[in-house]
């Protein structure tokens, strides 16, 4: 991340980022439910509804909010930043924003910011030949399976190592919060270098529900959950109350604050040790705007927002009555011209070019893949000729070791290895031929006691995974 | 666990405790070294030691001390428990317990209290036919493969659930505490009814290295510790200092105090919400009370102590002296008489038949094993004859659903569901015909949020993990 922000740009003002967040919420909405009629021109019928109505709305309003303050945040400090969206079955809520800031359109030139543009994008989700309701890195800006819950925060580090000028936002949900891998990739900012890596910036979104279950985070008091995450060495901070989006401001800048402070130190030659990143928890509720209730029952702030919050809609008048309510609620004839086409002063909300999170080149291996230079084989070769039968030789792993030792030094900042078995135990400690070290941030005791690790420099990563 | 203690019975002094400890330290030790001249009953000479030396001797001091003070409490409180080591690979801190108490004996009758038996105990591990270097459930007492780091914590908790009775003590070694499934399963508690389950007892034991790296927990202050475990919802104290074993003796007290605490509560009728269930931190040093020095560079305290702490044996004249003098510190000849029996105050501090952890019914999955009352299939048969092509049937899923409603009925404290993966999202919703729920000790908001989930009779546990 730059270290001293930009001049300040033109930062959209609370009006238009209000108005943009109806937007790709009203977006995200149709796009569950709607097949025609999308910009609600004419009352609601039920032609205009999907056959097979699929897809989350859950998550889709808490993915806005974050997407639509990094964006904020990006045009005002020309950040250089991308997101990791855990909860990838929200993929609505990131298609409506890809939509907007027309990084869908570099791939579709169909989808178009006018009315045929509108009405072909809300159709095309959860449609035959359209867009998955599940994020995978076929959509820009992706390179994760949104469907595999677990790998989100591992993945945003990957992302952040030797990219020292990125910001990876990574939405964690509160369900796959309790998996494994998750669990475990918290303590990721012990091997993360602030001097030669980016920033991630976790959001652990506790909306309470899962497909019909509480979370556990969700069951957790504010305390409870600082405690957590203070002991895994973050700094958390929550967004929450009445006003969210007032309280996700406040918190993202505090955020940038808390890293450029921790990048500026370790580059300017003095590092903090045991750098204690901020992260946000935003706790808000499930379904946040969406519809109320139905039969006396809560929807929003329930299990009952995860998917299609209501269904039935076809053939139950008062189900479709609901829906349209709601999406009516986002006023979009306030939010679309008559052309379709959404208001000025909300694409004003998107970054442009690069700087958008589905363009950003960071999310396209391919445009920023640096060669890897492999030193000759010939050079680790085994003379086995004139070798008498059951003469010792080298172990193969043992040359190999030297092989990614020679691969280390020619790669300096392009090459890492992840070890999640211990090198030493994978007798690859011939890696150590190389001037390189595991990498580690937190404090190690005397030098005697531990060997080959330390916080500036190494190319190793290790941490025990199960042998499962 | 009983909520009563029995009348105080002998409980071992600490004099009998230090000569217990310096006993399975000694034979933790002899196991990995010796083949022959197991009680150094003569100057120790080359061809005494095993040709190839395997063993991990880092994790077993610890191991030793937790199982010491288990025995001690077992004895006094007349206790039902039982001891998932994590760092299985410190099988012969296990087995030297195991031969003590005989538990052995039960099913190696030539593991002898005697020179034979234990020149034979001594020299049958790590060797062909012999015991392996790690548990496995062939190992008396044992119902975990201790290879496979990050499932102890879970396997504890499945030990658990529907026997009040009992204490499920759980070794979780600092490596596999970095583990996703580790991770993970700290929450457990929270799946875990104090009325109608035991109690599991997490003792983290933090000595900071492994196989050649620190380890996450070990670079971790007490605070950082401290507030994780607190935040996961644990009472945490640390057991440290110059003197481990009394450290351990008061925080074992408390452990049990706590437990009982909550159980007593809970079974009168009265639980605590939320409850929060004690654990144990050790922090010892790797191989404590081990070589200490070699070549000038520390082992004990040190990752040089996780494997064998010294090679070379045979050949090396100095470092056969080093490892005969470390044996010979631990004073064989105070702790076992001329026919190479242990002494009696030794045993003493073994529990006797079924209380011995070896000996535990509860690791014998076929000595307590109960009748699972399945319901006739053709209650749930679906007729199909008679069925135009193409009419509509209830899917197979559905059906298994009503059957296993069926099963939780009949078996109602002897089968539960474990679902990694939401019930309902598996549609196996039908399950919740039966009276039960999912069980679940934390704060629920409001019924109307959430369904079929509570803190008291749920037979069913929810937590997301990955798809992988």
């Not at 990143?277 to 029952?297: A, C, F, H, N, Y």
């Not at 172990?395 to 070791?401: H, M, W």
């Amino acid at each position: 991340m730059n270290s001293t922000p930009a001049p300040p740009r033109t930062e959209p003002s609370s009006v238009s980022l209000e108005r943009y967040l109806r937007a790709v919420h009203y977006l995200a909405g149709a796009q569950i439910y709607l097949r025609d009629n999308v910009l609600l021109r004419k009352p609601l019928r039920a032609e205009h509804v999907k056959d097979r109505l699929l897809g989350h709305w859950g998550t889709c309003p808490g993915i806005n909010l974050v997407y639509a303050h990094l964006n904020r945040v990006i045009l005002r400090d020309d950040l250089d930043a991308m997101l990791i969206t855990g909860p990838g079955h929200g993929a609505p809520a990131n298609l409506a924003n890809l939509y907007l800031e027309g990084s869908l359109r570099e791939f579709y030139p169909e989808l178009t910011h006018d009315t045929v543009g509108v009405e072909k994008f809300v159709r095309e989700f959860s449609w035959p030949g359209g867009f998955p309701s599940h994020l995978y890195p076929g959509i820009p800006g992706t390179i994760h399976e949104g469907g595999e819950l677990g790998y989100a925060l591992a993945t945003a580090f990957g992302a952040a190592f030797d990219n020292p000028d990125l910001l990876v936002a990574c939405i964690v949900g509160d369900g796959e919060a309790e998996t494994g891998p998750t669990a475990a990739a918290w303590h990721g900012t012990k091997f993360l270098d602030p001097m030669e890596s980016g920033a991630v910036l976790p959001i652990l979104h506790v909306n309470g529900y899962k497909i019909s279950n509480p979370t556990i985070s969700g069951s957790m008091s504010d305390d409870e959950l600082h405690a957590l995450f203070t002991g895994y060495g973050w700094q958390p901070r929550f967004v929450k109350g009445n006003d969210l989006s007032a309280s996700m401001a406040v918190g993202m800048d505090w955020v940038l604050g808390e890293i450029r402070g921790i990048q500026r130190a370790a580059r300017s030659g003095e590092p903090i040790a045991q750098p204690r990143w901020p992260m946000l928890v935003l706790r808000s509720p499930k379904g946040w705007t969406g519809i109320q209730e139905l039969d006396g029952k809560p929807v929003e702030g329930s299990f009952r927002a995860h998917q299609v919050p209501v269904g039935d809609v076809k053939k139950n008048a008062e189900h479709l009555r609901l829906v349209e309510d709601w999406l009516r609620s986002y006023r979009p004839e306030e939010l679309f011209d008559e052309h379709g086409a959404p208001k000025a002063d909300i694409l004003a909300c998107c970054p442009r070019a690069q700087r958008r999170m589905g363009c950003n080149p960071h999310a396209f291996g391919g445009r920023l893949r640096r060669p890897l230079h492999r030193p000759p084989l010939a050079e680790c070769a085994i003379e086995i000729r004139g070798k008498k039968r059951g003469e010792p030789e080298e172990g193969p792993i043992n040359i190999l070791a030297k092989y990614l030792a020679k691969v280390v030094v020619q790669n300096p900042s392009n090459f890492r290895i992840f070890s999640p078995d211990e090198l030493m135990s994978n007798k690859l400690g011939g890696v150590f031929e190389a001037p390189t070290q595991r990498n580690y941030q937190w404090p190690i005791e005397g030098d005697d006691r531990a060997e080959h690790v330390g916080p500036r420099g190494g190319r190793v990563l290790e941490i025990c995974r199960s042998s499962f």
